[in-house]
């Protein structure tokens, strides 16, 4: 038997989890918007800043 999914099983990502209301944009019917919730503590400064050095495509001279 093949498993149903939400569409909130389809938004939840890692630290992430969706609510479960959707809300809409004034003016348009068709959009939705999700609203994501962090479910874990922030990473320090410092220790976000160390991190950034290494994904660079580009030397800095």
Excluded: H
């Amino acid at each position: 038997m093949k498993k149903i999914r939400r569409l909130l099983d389809e938004y939840r990502y890692p630290g992430f989890e969706p609510q479960a209301t959707l809300n809409g944009v004034f003016g348009d019917p068709q959009a939705r918007v999700i609203t994501l919730v962090r479910r874990q503590k922030k990473q320090d400064a410092a220790l976000a800043a160390g991190c950034a050095g290494a994904i660079m495509t580009k030397r800095c001279d």
